[in-house]
């Protein structure tokens, strides 16, 4: 878990599907996406940031909490979605990250995400550990 990883919308990049993917080395096919993360490629972020009329699209802020229109209509529907179909919340991570700060925030996402077997990282998308789990048989 590193604060580099952390996106501007609250997202968390080390526990997401597309840069497990990347940085297990598994092999790029259709369907399966690779990203060395949304701050690392300074994406137009598919979900918030090509979107956002604040801040974020002149990279003005560092995170979607500094913004006067935090949270807004963007987000509050991405992080609905991520709650519903994931158990992650952006806002409440935007919030605590705010409020406690990115090593506290860090040091709660470690221990959450943690894979009971190995120590590795669950992903947010399908649950998996990418370092001890049989990778070939879901990678599809
Ligand atoms: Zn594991």
Request: with cysteine; aromatic share 12%.
């Amino acid at each position: 878990m590193k604060a580099e990883l952390i996106a501007p919308c609250g997202m968390n990049c080390g526990f997401c599907s597309a840069y497990l993917a990347y940085t297990h080395g598994l092999e790029k096919r259709k369907g399966t996406s690779h990203c060395t993360g949304c701050r690392a490629r300074n994406k137009e972020c598919s979900f918030i940031k090509k979107r956002c009329p604040s801040g974020l699209s002149k990279n003005l802020i560092q995170f979607c909490y500094e913004c006067d229109k935090f949270p807004c209509e963007n987000l509050v529907k991405i992080s609905s979605r991520y709650e519903k179909n994931y158990n992650y919340n952006f806002i409440e991570a935007l919030n605590f990250i705010r409020d406690k700060g990115m090593a506290a925030f860090l040091k709660r996402e470690k221990k959450r995400w943690k894979c009971p077997d190995c120590g590795g990282v669950l992903c947010v998308h399908n649950g998996k550990c990418y370092r001890c789990q049989d990778v070939k048989s879901w990678r599809g």
